[in-house]
């Protein structure tokens, strides 16, 4: 198993990872059971069902542990299953902060769960720090960040948002889906806790499902664990071994998808047909020096304005050869999806339009192919949208 100091690649591929002991197996293996035999009542070796641990799960976690340099992992069947697993941390009257532009499931699970359940929220403008901190009340128990954001990739300044809610004793949460470990580490710039969608860059290859909230507190992270095994959206043991896969390229794959997205948002920036580029990297992104200093790259996400509005925006997006039209992202093939449509549709339509998700809005999320055929490919549907 990979030293704690160990650099980022090496831990990616040995973080958990140990052979196992009887066979010698180089990968972790699957162990799908639901119960281990017991010597006696109460007398196991740590693992009693499945639902509590899994050996699988237990790699898993500590491999992306080592990644975002956090103490605990605790893995769920998804995403939204480990932002599930934070708010009911939460209690009646607690007030939380987020960025207005966040995943559309989140928002869903914010405005359309947790309000029921009798918590509140205030959505600021993911960029102005100086909201975060006008919004914040005695009853602001979490601040959620998602950054860059999805899908308007804006850049929230995470150590300056940190210092201003440590000053009041809140937690800060960040979404580090879009970034990953390898690109952004938002522990190290005064985060809580992390959580990520794995089945987006983690997994890397759109054939799992799943979510994670990695954090070095104690406390939370106990907290989160009683309601992972309480509630149980706990991920499959195949499901652990195939992001644990996954993320043992993840570095390789990141630098060619960081790569491809900046020659792709050249290509963009200079096409007749589109309105607006927005990508961290263009030195024209309203948060460029923010995104440059806070991210090792600027990801490989992109979203752009397509002149014409919906129906140009559907003639561009029925005509792509290569590109692939699908929602998710982070896989090694490219997708292209339109948010109003599909990602982010559970926004209501007025809020979606205030917060510049517009029709003619579309999300690229740029794989690993050869550059070229993806820009043969954009240009020849840009060409006919």
């Known amino acids: 198993m990979a030293k ?4 980022f690649e090496t831990l990616a591929i040995h973080a958990g990872c140990a052979p196992e002991p009887v ?65 009911h941390c939460l209690s009646v009257g607690d007030h939380v902060v987020s960025a207005d532009d966040i995943y559309g499931g989140t928002f869903r699970l914010f405005d359309k769960v947790y309000r029921r359940h009798g918590l509140d929220f205030s959505f600021v403008p993911a ?21 860059p954001t999805n899908p308007l990739l804006s850049i929230a300044d995470i150590e300056a948002i940190c210092a201003a809610a440590k000053k009041r004793g809140v937690p800060v949460v960040v979404d580090n889906t879009f970034a990953t470990p390898y690109l952004q580490r938002p522990l190290e710039l005064g985060a809580t806790m992390v959580l ?19 954090a070095s507190d104690d406390a939370w992270m106990e907290r989160v664990k009683f309601v992972q095994n309480a ?69 490989g996400m992109i979203s752009f304005v397509v002149k ?25 093939e490219s997708l292209i999806e339109h ?7 559970s926004i209501p339509r007025e809020l979606r339009e205030a917060r510049g998700l517009s029709d003619g809005l579309v999300r690229i999320s740029v794989g690993i192919e050869n550059v070229a055929d993806l820009a043969d490919d954009l240009q020849a549907a840009l060409d006919r949208a």
């Open 4 to 7: 704690e100091n160990s650099r």
């Open 23 to 87: 066979t010698g197996s180089v990968n972790v293996p699957i162990f799908q059971t639901s119960t281990y035999a017991q010597r006696g009542p109460g007398d196991h070796t740590g693992f009693e069902y499945s639902r509590t641990r899994n050996p699988t799960r237990d790699a898993l976690e500590a491999n992306l542990a080592a990644l975002e340099g956090a103490k605990h992992g605790a893995c769920f069947g998804s995403g939204c299953a480990a932002t599930d697993a934070i708010m």
């Open 127 to 147: 960029a102005d720090t100086n909201a975060y901190v006008s919004a914040m009340t005695d009853r602001t128990k979490l601040v959620w960040l998602e950054t």
């Open 196 to 214: 990520h969608s794995v089945t987006k860059y983690l997994g890397g290859h759109s054939d799992v499902v799943g979510g994670a909230v990695l």
């Open 231 to 299: 509630a149980g959206g706990v991920p499959a043991p195949m499901d652990c071994f195939l992001t644990l896969r996954g993320t043992k390229t993840l570095a390789v794959r990141m630098d060619r998808h960081c790569d491809n997205a900046g020659q792709i948002a050249e290509l963009l920036v200079g096409h007749k047909k589109v309105e607006k580029v927005i990508y961290p990297g263009l030195t024209s992104h309203p948060q460029h020096a923010l995104a440059s200093r806070q991210m090792k790259k600027p990801g």
């Open 308 to 332: 014409g509005g919906l129906e140009s925006a559907r003639r561009l997006l029925q005509g792509m050869k290569v590109f692939t039209l699908a929602e998710s992202l982070g896989g090694v």
């Open 339 to 345: 948010p109003a449509i599909m990602t982010h549709a």
